[in-house]
């Protein structure tokens, strides 16, 4: 590759390490059709599949936990629901992304369609904004359908090499009511898990470009830690719509493409 294309690649890691930081996601969501799309128009060489589910897990890792030390300082970590959640996600996202290593690049995009399309539904569901603002010691949860619903959503975020935030988030917001700025900093700690279950689950089975990954990287991880201290000082209805419209515009992309 020319040194012109780990520009890029510096440039794209920063772009989805300030989102990181500022909507609680490994990034991701973004990243996946950034490192698809985006190469081929800019003239250069295609990124499989294969390896960009390998570069956006990295990615996904450093740039959330570079974030989620500011969320914690800022006492939006619920730390028993981050480990309740988090422990269910590592054990099958480990599972799944060795499992993807057999599968096709088809049924991966398809599985990654999928999440990305039960996450804009639910992020389009009206809900309340009054107790957004609340820290993590005011916020309760139901321990078992967490570790349901994480071992079930581990194992197809381990396929698509993603640390699962897009999905989980609309999870937490809806499924567990979780107030949403607990939900953004949580979410990067939940991630953690996943991203490192399946990062493992990558490198074991050379789906990591580390070339690649280093330059992802050097953006990343300053930019994330930026967009956290811009997310505080945001309106979280304003951080709801744009996750809500970032997940849509994704998911209407990808399965345009497999249709």
Known sequence: ???????????????????????????????????????????????????????????????????????????????????????????????????????????????????????????????????????????????????????FIGFLLGMVGQGGAFILIPILLYVLKIPLRVALGSTLAIGLFSATAGLIGKIATGQVPFHMAVALLLGAMPAARLGSMVSKRTKTQFLRWLLALIISATAIKVWSDIF
């Not at 490994?26 to 950034?34: A, S």
């Not at 570069?55 to 300082?73: D, E, P, R, W």
């Not at 629901?81 to 499992?99: E, K, N, P």
């Open 1 to 151: 590759m020319p040194p012109v294309f780990y520009v890029f690649l510096l440039f794209a890691g920063s772009f989805g390490g300030f989102f990181s930081g500022l909507l609680g996601i490994g990034g991701g969501i973004i990243m996946f059709p950034i490192l698809l799309y985006l190469p081929s128009m800019l003239g250069f060489n295609a990124i499989s599949v294969k390896d960009i589910t390998g570069l956006t897990m990295i990615q996904g890792f450093f740039a959330s936990l570079s974030a989620v030390i500011f969320y914690n300082k800022e006492r939006f970590v619920h730390k028993n629901l981050a480990l309740t959640f988090g422990l269910s996600l590592f054990f099958s996202s480990l599972i799944g992304a060795v499992f993807s290593k057999m599968t096709s690049d088809t049924v991966l995009l398809f599985i990654f369609a999928l999440l990305a399309f039960v996450a804009s539904v639910l992020m389009f569901v009206p809900r309340s904004y009054l107790r957004d603002d609340l820290t993590e010691e005011k916020v309760s949860f139901h321990k078992t359908t967490t570790i349901f619903i994480g071992l």
